[in-house]
T-cell receptor, first 115, second 113 residues
C-alpha cells in the first residue's frame, strides 16, 4: 500500500469547514483513498473513500486531485464532536482484486475543533 | 454503535499469563480483523479471518493466535504476556455489503502488570 503524509495536528473553529490534507504521491492506479477517524480511544470509524472522482456522503466530502497525488477531506460544518484523529489510508479495493489485508494506519492528523 | 461487540471491556493480568479476547462481528459480516493500539506502535493490524479461515497476517507475534468459529465470532488468544502487550485491542468486521468498509468494535483495554 502507498504511504501517506498528513499534518500532525490542526485546529478549526466550530461551525467552520475543516479541511484535512493528505499527500499520497506514490499512489497506484488501482489504489483508493480511505479516511477513518478515531475519537479518543474509541474504535476507528469509517468516513469515506474514493478512487479519482470527488465523493460526498452524510459525513464528509473527499476531493482528490487530478493527478491523485493528494486529497482533502472536508467536514463542512465542524462540531466539537468532530475532534478526533483522522487517518488517510491508501489501499487497493477488495473488489478490484485487492489482497485480503488489514488497514495500515499512520499517525494521522489530530483535529481539534475550538468552540 | 458499529454493531461489533467485544468482551471484556477491560482486562488486568500479570506477566506470563494467558488471556482470551472475544469479538462478535456485525450480523452477516464474514470477515473479522484484529488490531492492536499501543502508545509507541500506534494502530497495527494483527490478523484477519474470513468465514472461519485465516486470510491475512500482519504484525502478530507468535505468542498470539486467533480463530473464527462457525457462528463467525472470533477470539484472540494472547499468551506469555509481557508488559509491552498492554494496549487497546480492537476487532473489526466487514463484508455484509462491501469489503471495503471496516466496522470497529469498542475495544478491549489490556493491562499487564
Amino acid at each position: 500500500d502507498a504511504k501517506t503524509t498528513q499534518p500532525t495536528s490542526m485546529d478549526c473553529a466550530e461551525g467552520r469547514a475543516a479541511n484535512l490534507p493528505c499527500n499520497h504521491s506514490t499512489i497506484s492506479g488501482n489504489e483508493y483513498v480511505y479516511w477513518y477517524r478515531q475519537i479518543h480511544s474509541q474504535g476507528p470509524q469509517y468516513i469515506i473513500h474514493g478512487l479519482k472522482n470527488n465523493e460526498t456522503n452524510e459525513m464528509a466530502s473527499l476531493i482528490i486531485t487530478e493527478d491523485r497525488k493528494s486529497s482533502t477531506l472536508i467536514l463542512p460544518h465542524a462540531t466539537l464532536r468532530d475532534t478526533a484523529v483522522y487517518y488517510c489510508i491508501v489501499r487497493v479495493d477488495m473488489y478490484s482484486g485487492g489482497g485480503a489485508d488489514g488497514l495500515t494506519f499512520g499517525k494521522g492528523t489530530h483535529l481539534i475543533i475550538q468552540p | 454503535d458499529s454493531g461489533v461487540t467485544q468482551t471484556p471491556k477491560h482486562l488486568i493480568t500479570a506477566t506470563g499469563q494467558r488471556v482470551t479476547l472475544r469479538c462478535s462481528p456485525r450480523s452477516g459480516d464474514l470477515s473479522v480483523y484484529w488490531y492492536q493500539q499501543s502508545l509507541d506502535q500506534g494502530l497495527q493490524f494483527l490478523i484477519q479471518y474470513y468465514n472461519g479461515e485465516e486470510r491475512a497476517k500482519g504484525n502478530i507475534l507468535e505468542r498470539f493466535s486467533a480463530q473464527q468459529f462457525p457462528d463467525l465470532h472470533s477470539e484472540l488468544n494472547l499468551s506469555s504476556l509481557e508488559l509491552g502487550d498492554s494496549a487497546l485491542y480492537f476487532c473489526a468486521s466487514s463484508g455484509r455489503t462491501r469489503q471495503d468498509e471496516q466496522f470497529f468494535g469498542p475495544g478491549t483495554r489490556l493491562t499487564v502488570l
